[in-house]
Every structure is written in structure tokens, then in C-alpha cells.
């Protein structure tokens, strides 16, 4: 994503700097194994029928397995009899499946039968119980947080010697919404924190068994988070090591290894996890665990992801003033144009003063065709006299491009614009979706969306503006730069046309104001040069 991120916007930013440089400047339920909807009709959850050893072989149960669907607080549940397990998730809140099950279970506890106890509104409890061991799971919801305990009563009269080994979490992408957008499975990643970082496995889908593997380092706790969501598992005592093993193309399973219990006969022992399931929110995050804030990155290089999160923050407070998102892009879209604008003009001047010297640089190239040295002697000379710096113009440009960037990962990534509507844009996360079309049309897909046509036509607007006010020189290299003035625009309006409505939408503003300043900049210009 980053690089694709890094193409887009870059060669939008391409077009302004060449051209400008040229031209100008619910209540709990018991349900059998039969499918129980959770939410809403589109959630399906599968049922459970058998139990899988630790090589992915089906086990038969000596118990008629059974799921249960809990309501506790922000939560829909799915729960197995089968080591009582937590199969799947639902957030009530966004309407959203966690493609996750398997939520910090003890695999020693796999095949045990386990029963269903209701507790309280935001809580419940699953119990198992054979000669030996006596084991309670409590499971409570507070907010995000979701606390699982389980209380091992040793009611043997000797010592019982526990493995530890949990299942953090299994990742299931066979549970995704089919309106999850392709391009959003390059932003799937699994991590985990060590004591100095968090260490992340990045574009995490299409599995295969080179997905297996084993690291013995210690770590804090696991997470995996999408473009809007995180589950993050953090056990009482530290990790030991883990082991990913390749069970679907969809589906990756793991492991993780935790001290073991040693119960002495009458002793009751107790492991406990912190699970935190929800959005991808820093505040959220930060008051839900502190450490948890870590998870979320809009980039992997430090600095980028420092200018994402400022803007970031400055949109969230400007959302307390307008709380309409769509109105808080347009006025970002406003206010870093009106930064960067010194910038622009500044750019725009130093490659008027080029262009005047087009001319006499045509007269130097054809006099020193031969000589190489000479002309390059000459051509600074010319820079020198005339007081122009051909470097002056490049880069303010550059200095743009990580607000750009930062941009883009936060219209694209933040979930503040995940079903918000404005307009005739249902949900900014989403293309703006204006018309459906009849039939699929090639690069255009089913749908006819305006705000990336309209981009493109904004910026061959303000390229036409750039080219009338240009000044002359060699036809050839004219000919070539009116070419690309109406190329790029429309290979950018392919590219964006399937991006999220509210990142158009800013680049629609911008471009906008870009085109509408354009003529009056140029004005200021000529009278300078």
C-alpha cells in the first residue's frame, strides 16, 4: 500500500511541479451448531462440528459439540462447548466481524465439554469439570476491553502440571464483509511487542505454508489489526515464543508459549488475559491499555508516521468544530493549501524566471552543441546573472510531498470516515458510488463515481490555464508538454477511481483551488519577471 500510496500521489504532485515548472507557477441466546446469525443477516458464523489436534487433523468429540451466541456488552459472541472456545466476534458498534476466533484459548482445554453460565449483562462464564481439574472461564466486558480469566481448581489428590499453551488468536479471513475492498488486504498485519518495539508482519493474507514459522523472543502481547480495527491479546505474564502454521489461503493459525501452572491437590490457580477488540482510535487505544497506542501506525518509517498522526490530530480537532467529516476534509483541503501556498508561489516565480531564459538557453545550446563543458559553463553563468536558482523551484515541491503522503494514509486508514455520509457519498471510506451501471464496464467496474472524473477534469483545466500562459520555447518540447498535460490527468483519474470518496474529495478541493488561483498567481508573476 505504501507504494502504491507513494505512485499516486507522487506523480500527482509530478504534474503540478512539471507543468508549473514549465508553464507557470440484544439479549442472550442459546443456539444449537446449526448457523446463527450475529448482528445482522449478512453475518453468517460456521458451526462447529469437530475439534482439530495441534497438526490441523480433525478429532472426533466424545460430546455433541455446540456453539452459543452471547450478548455482553458492545459484544456479540459466538461461543464453542469445545474447550469453550470464543469463535467469533461481532461489534455491535460498527456492525463489524473480527476475522478472528480462537480468542485467547489454552489448548490443553481443547476437547474438554464446557458449559454456559450467564453472569451479567456485560459477562458470562464457561465451566468444565473431570476428575481432576475443575476450570472456570470468565469472560467480561468493559468498554473495548475484554478480560478472560480462567480459574483452574485442582480437585485431585495430586499435583497437576499445566502447559500454558495458548492460542492467542487464529486469523480467519473467510469472515470478511464481501464489502471489504480488495486494496484494503495489503493493510492486514500481525504484530507483536517486544520490549523495545513492536515487530510487524505486514500484507498478511493469501496463505501458504511458507507462512510457517517459530520466534522464541519474549513479547508483551499479539495483535492484528485491518485498515480500521485491531484485536490485541495480552497475556498475564509475558510470551515465550510463537509458531504460525498455515491451515487455508485464508486462514493462519498460532500459537504461543506461557509458563506453566504447577497445582498443588485443593489449589485453585488463576491465568488471566487482556484483550482489546475495536477501533483503530489512538485515544481509544491509549485509555484501553497504555502501550496498546503502539499498535497503530499509518507507516512503517518513523517520521512519515510522525506528520500522519499530526494531521491526524489536527483533523480530530477540527471535528469538534464541524461534525460533519466531509466538511472537516474540505476544510484541511483549505488549510494546507493556504500553508503551501508560499511555497507554491515561491516555486512558480523561480520557474517563470526559467522560462524567460528558454530562449537564450535554445541560442547557447545550438552555439555550444559540441562542447559539453562550455555549455554547462554558460548555462550557470546565466543562472548567476539573471539571479535564478533552477534548484529553488524543485524544491518546494519536495517539501510537500510528506504532507501529501501523510495525507493520504490518513484519509485512506483513519476510521473517522468509515460510514460517514456527505452528500450523495454514502460512506467516505468507500468510491462515491453516484450511478450503478447496467453491465461491468472495463477499468470502470460497475459504478460510475464523479469525484475522481471530476479531479481529472479539474486538473486538465488548470493544465490548459498553464499552457496558455506558458512561454515559448522549443516546439518539439511543447508539443511533448501539452501531451502530457492531458495524459497524466487522465491516467491520475483512472488511478484515484476506485480510491475512497473522501480522499477525492480533498484532492478535488485542492486541484480546485489549485486551478482557480492559477491565472491570478501567474498575473503576480509576469509583472516580476
Not at 472537516?328 to 493549501?337: H, K, R
Amino acid at each position: 500500500m505504501e507504494k502504491r500510496l507513494f505512485l499516486a500521489v507522487g506523480l500527482s504532485l509530478l504534474v503540478v511541479f512539471v507543468f508549473q515548472s514549465f508553464f507557470s507557477p440484544k439479549n442472550v441466546r442459546v443456539a444449537t451448531v446449526q448457523t446463527t446469525a450475529i448482528g445482522s443477516e449478512e453475518g453468517r458464523f460456521p458451526s462447529i462440528s469437530s475439534k482439530l489436534s495441534s497438526d490441523g487433523a480433525a478429532e472426533k468429540l466424545d460430546f455433541k459439540p455446540e456453539t452459543f451466541s452471547v450478548n455482553a456488552g458492545k459484544f456479540n459472541f459466538e461461543v464453542s462447548n469445545n474447550g469453550g472456545s470464543i469463535t467469533n466476534i461481532y461489534l455491535n458498534d460498527y456492525k463489524y466481524h473480527f476475522p478472528i476466533k480462537g480468542l485467547a484459548d489454552i489448548k490443553a482445554f481443547q476437547g474438554m465439554p464446557f458449559s454456559y453460565i450467564d453472569t451479567g449483562s456485560a459477562s458470562f462464564s464457561l465451566v468444565s469439570k473431570d476428575k481432576n481439574l475443575d476450570i472456570e472461564k470468565s469472560v467480561s466486558v468493559k468498554n473495548y476491553n475484554i478480560v478472560i480469566k480462567y480459574k483452574i481448581n485442582n480437585i485431585s489428590n495430586v499435583v497437576q502440571n499445566i502447559e500454558l499453551t495458548a492460542k492467542p488468536f487464529d486469523i480467519d479471513l473467510s469472515r470478511l464483509d464481501i464489502n471489504v475492498l480488495k486494496s484494503d488486504w495489503t493493510l492486514f498485519e500481525y504484530s507483536f511487542k517486544t520490549d523495545k518495539k513492536v515487530e510487524r508482519k505486514e500484507h498478511v493474507n493469501n496463505f501458504n505454508e511458507k507462512w510457517n514459522k517459530e520466534e522464541s523472543k519474549i513479547f508483551d502481547w499479539m495483535a492484528f489489526r485491518d485498515r480500521y480495527f485491531v484485536t490485541i491479546v495480552e497475556p498475564k505474564e509475558s510470551f515465550k515464543g510463537y509458531s504460525s502454521k498455515y491451515v487455508g489461503d485464508k486462514e493462519l493459525s498460532f500459537l504461543a508459549t506461557l509458563p506453566s501452572l504447577s497445582i498443588q491437590p485443593g489449589k485453585v490457580e488463576e491465568y488471566s488475559f487482556t484483550v482489546f477488540c475495536g477501533p483503530q482510535k489512538l485515544d481509544i487505544l491509549k485509555e484501553a491499555n497504555p502501550g496498546f497506542e503502539k499498535v497503530m501506525v499509518f507507516s512503517s518509517w518513523g517520521w512519515l508516521d510522525m506528520i500522519a498522526k499530526g494531521i491526524y490530530w489536527v483533523l480530530g480537532a477540527i471535528h469538534k468544530i464541524l461534525p460533519i467529516w466531509g466538511l472537516c476534509i474540505i476544510f484541511v483541503s483549505l488549510l494546507v493549501y493556504g500553508a503551501m501556498y508560499p511555497l507554491t508561489l515561491k516555486s512558480m516565480m523561480s520557474m517563470k524566471k526559467m522560462q524567460a531564459l528558454q530562449p537564450k538557453m535554445t541560442q547557447l545550446k545550438e552555439k555550444y552543441k559540441d562542447n559539453a563543458e562550455k555549455l554547462n559553463k554558460e548555462i550557470v553563468e546565466l543562472y548567476r546573472v539573471n539571479n535564478v536558482n533552477p534548484v529553488s523551484g524543485c524544491l518546494p515541491m519536495l517539501l510537500q510531498m510528506p504532507i501529501f503522503v501523510g495525507l493520504y494514509q490518513v484519509l485512506w486508514r483513519s476510521i473517522y470516515f468509515r460510514g460517514e455520509p456527505f452528500l450523495w457519498m454514502k460512506d467516505l471510506s468507500m468510491p462515491d458510488h453516484l450511478v450503478k451501471f447496467p453491465i461491468t464496464i472495463p477499468f470502470l467496474g460497475e459504478y460510475f463515481n464523479l469525484l475522481p472524473l471530476l479531479m481529472m477534469g479539474i486538473m486538465l483545466l488548470q493544465q490548459m490555464i498553464t499552457i496558455k500562459n506558458s512561454v515559448g520555447g522549443d516546439p518539439e518540447q511543447q508539443q511533448q508538454q501539452k501531451m502530457m498535460a492531458i495524459f497524466m490527468p487522465i491516467m491520475l483519474g483512472v488511478m484515484f477511481y476506485n480510491f475512497a470518496s473522501g480522499l477525492n474529495l480533498y484532492f478535488v478541493v485542492f486541484y480546485s483551488l489549485s486551478a482557480l488561483s492559477q491565472w491570478n498567481i501567474t498575473r503576480d508573476i509576469k509583472a516580476t519577471v
